[in-house]
């Protein structure tokens, strides 16, 4: 479907070559299959950058939306994976940018591993928990940028943020 409906999307059939299922579930109530796919590029994920295609019993696609970006072809698996600023170094912009005060020097709990140097950070004094990161892209309005991506929820609670820095400049 996606192949023969590309273009619908804004999209070239080489568009779709590089994505990972995000989630799969059947409805109980309609029997439709929601899939959501995730666009990747060298091997990780482009935030907000999804298709989503629902399929009812008899395989017809019922519905289908997509947020891929154009031109990113085959998932760039032969660019370099260049990360210029340390994970500890991105948290302390990021914690600077949401106007967090680090009551303790940031350790790494986690050295990092996999395609997407996921790490654990400790709390800083600023969290409720120890941060997990992890590099992905992101869309700057006029191309992607490899960014390092941080869950920070605030030590009170009362403040739950999605923080992206530049691996790339900081």
């Given at each position: 479907?996606?192949?023969?409906?590309?273009?619908?999307?804004?999209?070239?059939?080489?568009?779709?070559?590089?994505?990972?299922?995000?989630?799969?579930?059947?409805?109980?109530?309609?029997?439709?299959?929601?899939?959501a796919l995730q666009?990747?590029?060298?091997g990780l994920d482009?935030?907000?950058?999804?298709?989503?295609?629902?399929?009812?019993?008899?395989?017809?696609?019922?519905?289908?939306?997509?947020?891929?970006?154009?031109?990113?072809?085959?998932?760039?698996?032969?660019?370099?994976?260049?990360?210029?600023?340390?994970?500890?170094?991105?948290?302390a912009t990021a914690?600077?940018?949401?106007?967090?005060?680090?009551?303790?020097?940031?350790?790494?709990?986690?050295?990092?591993?996999?395609?997407?140097?996921?790490?654990?950070?400790?709390?800083?004094?600023?969290?409720?928990?120890?941060?997990?990161?992890?590099?992905?892209?992101?869309?700057?309005?006029?191309?992607?940028?490899?960014?390092?991506?941080?869950?920070?929820?605030?030590?009170?609670?009362?403040?739950?943020?999605?923080?992206?820095?530049?691996?790339?400049?900081?």
């Open positions: 479907y996606l192949d023969a409906n590309a273009s619908d999307f804004g999209l070239a059939a080489i568009d779709l070559g590089s994505y990972r299922i995000s989630s799969q579930f059947v409805s109980q109530h309609t029997r439709v299959t929601h899939i666009q990747q590029y060298n482009v935030l907000g950058s999804m298709i989503n295609v629902s399929v009812d019993n008899d395989g017809r696609v019922v519905a289908a939306g997509s947020s891929f970006l154009p031109g990113l072809g085959d998932g760039g698996a032969a660019d370099p994976l260049t990360a210029n600023t340390a994970p500890i170094d991105a948290l914690f600077s940018a949401l106007g967090l005060t680090v009551t303790e020097s940031p350790v790494l709990l986690q050295a990092p591993s996999g395609p997407n140097q996921s790490t654990i950070i400790s709390d800083s004094g600023v969290t409720s928990q120890p941060i997990l990161a992890a590099l992905g892209y992101t869309y700057n309005g006029s191309e992607i940028e490899l960014t390092w991506g941080f869950d920070v929820v605030t030590k009170d609670g009362q403040h739950a943020y999605a923080a992206f820095v530049s691996a790339e400049s900081g």
